[in-house]
């Protein structure tokens, strides 16, 4: 289906069944690690990303986190509009989770989690004598960057913690990394967690576009589809001049050519990189090129439906966990055939 959009036909929905899955063993080992340390855990920071507020919740975090202090923190809050922050906080204070919104290069913005641990400790300083935050989320969200923002706010030291464009760097639970001297606060990293399967495939392509999910997990040229379609969707976007081609469009190939000789991705002879300008054009909506997006929608139905078709049971269920354990094989396989290619 399509709708007029200005002189244009544009799409009105995007249909995709094919799952995208990656959950390597080392994920798998630090959800085990997490849930061992939690015992001496009095905060949970549970970082999401402000561009996909929804497809960014891991439900795997609602056992482990259950009966711990918790904070909702959706970073990246400079990539997605400042008008989602008050519906996505109504509605997680519906569900009695307190969000913040963060964006790592800004002090003010990360002080907020600061002032919570302090407050923790002024309320019950007996119980508190040192105060011991795990930060958990999906990979790629900002975890390691927010833990080197607050060390950098909190006690002026630098990074303690590894960062990376690509998801999946930290690998391993982290050792108590100091943020704060009075009180003392402390926080530990954790490797990125992903769905083990994540149900609905729209919302997979939304955690690999936001980077997410290894690349060459997903089919790339899907991811690409997806934006260019969502892109014509949003309003006040003008891809067109970001990109620097003439004319908007929704068919990827044509834009793909289009792009590929303005940004001279070209071949021997002459033909298009395709490839090549993909990553060109998914690294610009990485990168915040096209302004600022949030890909989940967020009316009040959609997101009732997705809390009731995603998180009501927060305990997988063993059809749930075989699916997963078969889904995490064929990806290993894939990974095994992929890499004796590339050898
Ligand atoms: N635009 C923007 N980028 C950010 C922000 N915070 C972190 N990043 C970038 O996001 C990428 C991932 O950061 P990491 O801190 O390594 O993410 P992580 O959650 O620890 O990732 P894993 O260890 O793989 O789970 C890096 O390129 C950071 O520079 C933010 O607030 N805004
Ligand atoms: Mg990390």
Not at 321 to 329: C, L, P, S, T
Request: proline share 4%; with cysteine; net charge positive.
């Amino acid at each position: 289906m399509s709708v007029k959009c200005g002189q244009r036909l544009v799409r009105t929905s995007f249909s995709y069944g094919q799952s995208i899955n990656w959950f390597p063993g080392h994920m798998m080992a630090g959800l085990r690690e997490m849930r061992d340390q939690m015992r001496n855990v009095d905060l949970v920071v549970e970082t999401r990303d402000a561009r996909i507020p929804l497809s960014s919740i891991n439900k795997q975090f609602e056992q482990i986190v259950k009966g711990k202090h918790r904070v909702v923190v959706y970073n990246k809050a400079d990539l997605a509009p400042v008008s989602i922050q008050a519906t996505v906080q109504k509605e997680m204070a519906k569900r009695s989770q307190h969000a913040l919104f963060t964006d790592t290069s800004v002090d003010k913005s990360v002080k907020q989690i600061l002032e919570l641990a302090k407050t923790l400790v002024k309320d019950d300083p007996v119980r508190y004598q040192q105060l011991v935050v795990m930060i958990v989320g999906m990979p790629n969200v900002g975890k390691s960057t927010l833990i080197n923002a607050l060390r950098r706010i909190g006690v002026r030291k630098g990074k303690a913690a590894s960062t990376g464009a690509k998801p999946g760097v930290t690998r391993t639970v982290s050792g108590k990394i100091r943020v704060l001297e009075t009180p003392a606060v402390y926080l530990v990293d954790t490797p990125g967690v992903m769905v083990p399967h994540i149900p609905d495939p729209i919302a997979a392509i939304k955690v690999a576009l936001t980077g997410g999910i290894k690349d060459n997990i997903a089919d790339e040229s899907v991811l690409a589809d997806y934006l260019l379609f969502r892109l014509n969707l949003f309003d006040g976007v003008d891809y067109c001049n970001v990109l620097g081609i003439e004319e908007p469009t929704d068919d990827i190939s044509y834009l793909l050519q289009m792009l590929g000789k303005k940004i001279g991705a070209l071949r021997r002879g002459g033909e298009v990189d395709i490839d090549k300008t993909i990553h060109f054009f998914l690294r610009t909506f990485r990168q915040g090129k096209f302004g600022r997006v949030c890909l989940d929608d967020l009316d009040e139905g959609s997101v009732e439906e997705f809390f009731q078709r995603n998180l009501e049971d927060a305990s997988p269920s063993k059809n749930q966990q075989r699916k997963a354990k078969r889904a995490a094989q064929r990806q290993r396989t894939l990974e095994r055939a992929r890499s004796r290619n590339l050898d």
